[in-house]
């Protein structure tokens, strides 16, 4: 490798994206053909799959046995747990958030779906959009993937026919956009033969689309930190209080979003107390500027009261604080959430306790229609939830920023991470008031 | 726009400061390997200008390099830091641990590890782990809740989402915490690079005495190589992993640099782990297996 090509992979961008797809959509076998044909298995791992077929006498490499990593997987053959896997080209690094596809493996998705920045979902041609494709474009607008990829698989079962994949891609299209998802790159596939996953096909003549990998590799990443208001949670105040940093005192965090600049007048919630920015330490050096994700150590004028779990934001663009949350959540304990709960809510860097107020609705991912005031959420259940706190919150909507909207619920007697919030309206919220015949009214 | 390794530095820095604030007595698990030292350099970075909020721990098999052994004292001293060392070699000569058949040690480490938690009390525990390294690797969580007894059960793992990692645990459970989760082999490799991190010699190219044993060069010593029959004889290698002498293969390299280092890996068709690691081949779950009774 010349230095130039080390130079060129060094300052690679990374992709984070999930997968979802249904059991038998061949989701593992796209995720196997994705990494083989882009050089990314090695050899013992090809030959320890030989190895894994032949014992389980297969004719041919089992490329899902690739990604399928639990001893419990292999021998039922579906996915149980979210994995990741890497794999990089010359233009991109990618981590990829192999998800499952079973129905109770909902809450799986909506993990791997949280710090995605692209959704491959998997549709087989023979059976165009299902449920289940509904459900996973679903999950993928309420956690707000800023791009969304539909692969028809199974092309060559379809006779690698046009008008198959124009249905189903026009069926998609018209439902994700009902969903808020603004653009949806469809992409004729058979992962099994290899057409248009990272090769193209020879024989799809009619698509003059990018590969799958070509997509992944071109995609833009990443937000423009300067469209969207900074917010700083405090993570850990560093004291070294050593002879040769005796008055250093420093907020270490990580930039959630937006950019801080020295001299930036900020206010540091809840209290309100505000002051300026003196340095901005960005792990060994000094700068001027630094930018979301950086995780930095801000230093202030004023010697304030600031502890972990305050928010440091410009005094011009300081979100509203509140003890009244109303949110989408997505249910992911196997006990029940209820109204009533006593729970704790951590948001951000901060954890304070809750009560579960109410539960206006919960959400058919299948049909988008809503239940009002159901009596409890069980796992993998999509509802709207309101929440009181026991100290004020400064929260963003969801919509403007996935750091600083987003919560989970954890219940205070053992630990359980019981729910992922999304805070603010969303799609998810039924248009009031709630209608009782399941209608629901876009 | 951040490069990847940015992104990678900044996430691992977020995880050290998330478990310093919010745990009473993390420890960080340290072998002198890259793994375990790049880890050490993000923490410095994690908490400068203070010190690191907590100590290593290093569980030692007896069978380690001396190579590794002297670089780890020595960064001990350097940065002021503690070091606890849970040694398998005590377990072994006061009869709570028996020597195995196949003399490696790797599976050893385990109890002395659980004996260090559940004596010192620590509640977090940095490994230098990363999921690109093995396939039941890839389904670990960046805060890994372990019971009493250190077990994984990976059907009953916590969701993660978004970068909001849930600590809560029981007395006497621990969570096992994974700064390097995203990074890959060659990620660590370009952060050594740019961040100019010095390492054992053994991780570049140098004549050593090593013979040959299931299609790996293992170094003789008082672990138990080489046996009758395995010749010994004088090649230039280099190590991609370190760990127990007993299962840790040495790689054929002359790559002296780590731009050399770094080219070689890129054009390697071996895993890391496929390369050089003798107790992931004994069953296709023997890392999920061993997980589950507690290792790191």
Redo the contacts between chains.
């Keep these: 490798m010349t230095t130039t090509d080390m130079v060129g992979l060094a300052a690679a961008s990374l992709l984070r994206f999930a997968t979802a797809g249904s059991v038998d959509d061949g989701k593992s076998t796209l995720v196997g053909r994705l990494l083989h044909d882009s050089k990314s298995v090695l050899a013992d791992q090809l030959d320890a799959v030989e190895r894994a077929s032949r014992h389980r006498g297969a004719a041919a490499p089992d490329l899902a046995l690739l990604t399928d990593g639990l001893r419990a997987e292999r021998e039922q053959g579906i996915t149980i747990d979210v994995a990741h896997r890497y794999f990089a080209t010359p233009r991109r690094r990618f981590i990829l958030a192999d998800t499952p596809g079973h129905v109770q493996y909902t809450r799986n998705m909506v993990t791997g779906a949280s710090t995605a920045g692209l959704a491959v979902v998997l549709v087989d041609a023979r059976n165009g959009v299902v449920e289940q494709t509904r459900r996973h474009a679903a999950v993928a607008a309420l956690l707000r993937v800023p791009h969304v990829v539909l692969a028809v698989n199974k092309m060559d079962l379809v006779g690698y026919a046009e008008s198959v994949f124009a249905a189903i891609a026009g069926e998609f299209t018209a439902y994700a956009s009902r969903l808020g998802i603004g653009e949806v790159t469809a992409i004729p596939v058979s992962a099994l033969a290899g057409d248009n996953v990272v090769v193209p096909s020879a024989h799809m003549d009619w698509y003059g689309g990018p590969t799958v990998l070509e997509h992944l590799e071109s995609v833009p990443v990443g937000t423009d930190p300067t469209t969207s208001a900074a917010r700083f949670p405090v993570q850990y105040v560093i004291r070294p209080q050593t002879p040769g940093h005796r008055d250093y005192r420093g907020y270490a965090g990580q930039i959630a979003c937006g950019v801080f600049r020295v001299g930036d007048r900020v206010a540091v919630l809840p209290s309100g107390r505000t002051s300026t920015i003196t340095a901005i330490d960005a792990l060994g050096t000094s700068v001027d500027l630094a930018w979301a994700p950086q995780s930095v150590t801000l230093r202030l004028a004023d010697d304030l009261d600031i502890s972990r779990g305050d928010l440091i934001t410009p005094t011009t663009s300081a979100p509203p604080t509140t003890r009244d949350i109303e949110a989408t959540v997505c249910h992911l304990a196997d006990r029940p959430l209820r109204t009533g709960d006593r729970v704790l809510l951590k948001h951000t860097t901060r954890t304070v306790k809750a009560i579960v107020k109410d539960l206006p609705s919960r959400l058919s991912l299948d049909d988008l229609t809503h239940t009002p005031h159901p009596t409890h959420l069980t796992a993998n259940d999509i509802g709207r939830i309101t929440l009181r706190t026991s100290e004020p919150l400064a929260l963003d909507p969801y919509t403007n920023s996935r750091h600083t909207g987003s919560f989970l619920l954890i219940d205070p007697t053992d630990g359980t991470t019981l729910t992922a919030g999304m805070a603010g309206t969303s799609f998810a919220a039924p248009a009031a008031p709630v209608s009782t015949d399941g209608e629901w009214d876009f | 726009?951040?490069?990847?390794?940015?992104?990678?530095?900044?996430?691992a820095?977020?995880v050290f400061?998330?478990v310093?604030?919010e745990f009473e007595r993390p420890v960080m698990l340290f072998s002198g390997g890259k793994d375990s030292i790049v880890m050490l350099h993000l923490a410095l970075?994690?908490?400068?200008?203070?010190?690191v909020p907590f100590a290593l721990l290093h569980v030692d098999t007896g069978h380690n390099f001396p190579e590794v052994l002297a670089y780890r004292d020595r960064v001990v001293a350097e940065h002021g830091l503690r070091l606890h060392v849970a040694s398998v070699q005590e377990f072994i000569d006061d009869g709570r641990l028996r020597e195995r058949g196949d003399g490696t040690r790797n599976p050893l480490q385990t109890v002395p590890l659980l004996e260090a938690i559940g004596r010192h009390r620590f509640d977090a525990v940095f490994g230098g782990g990363r999921?690109?390294e093995?396939?039941?690797r890839?389904?670990e969580r960046v805060f890994s809740?372990r019971d009493e007894f250190g077990g994984w059960d990976?059907?009953r793992?916590?969701?993660?989402?978004?970068?909001?990692y849930?600590g809560?645990?029981?007395p006497g459970e621990h969570v096992r915490v994974f700064p390097l989760?995203?990074f890959?082999e060659?990620?660590v490799w370009?952060y050594i690079?740019?961040e100019k991190i010095e390492l054992p010699s053994i991780y570049f190219a140098h004549e050593r005495e090593v013979f040959a044993r299931e299609g790996m060069w293992l170094a003789p010593g008082g672990w138990g190589g080489p046996r009758e029959g395995e010749r010994v004889e004088r090649r230039l290698v280099r190590y991609r992993t370190v760990g127990d002498m007993s299962c840790t293969g040495a790689v054929d390299s002359d790559a002296v640099t780590i731009?050399a280092v770094?080219?070689e890996i890129?054009?390697?068709?071996?895993?890391e782990r496929?390369?050089t690691r003798a107790d992931d081949k004994l069953s296709?779950?023997a890392m999920?297996d061993r997980k589950r009774e507690g290792y790191f």
């Design positions: 726009m951040l490069s990847h390794v940015d992104v990678l530095e900044s996430e820095v977020h400061r998330e310093a604030g970075k994690a908490f400068a200008p203070a010190a999921r690109d093995e396939k039941a890839a389904k809740l990976p059907r793992q916590r969701p993660e989402l978004w970068q909001l849930n809560r645990h029981a989760s995203n890959t060659l990620d370009q690079a740019r731009e770094i080219a890129t054009a390697s068709r071996l895993t496929g390369a296709e779950a999920e």
